[in-house]
């Protein structure tokens, strides 16, 4: 069980210290209309931003999974 919970626990910060650097690398939305919902483009490819994006939501959900599992192991 030790070695289960330390290997979540590396999980935990590689996930962390990866979604960082993803949010950090992605560029930002450009405009003053996006950030009062004036952009109709919320559906439309993105690109290589897009993969990002996609990367990043997974690597949150992940992110949240494993914070989620340690309440199952007492220290």
Given at each position: ?75
């Amino acid at each position: 069980m030790e070695i289960l919970q330390n290997i979540l626990i590396f999980l935990y910060i590689a996930v962390a210290g990866f979604l960082v650097y993803l949010v950090l690398s992605q560029e930002p939305k450009q405009g003053a209309g996006d950030m009062f919902g004036g952009s109709t483009d919320l559906f439309s490819t993105r690109g290589v931003t897009g993969g990002l994006y996609r990367i990043t939501v997974v690597l949150g959900v992940i992110f949240v999974v494993l914070a989620f599992s340690f309440r199952f192991f007492n220290r």
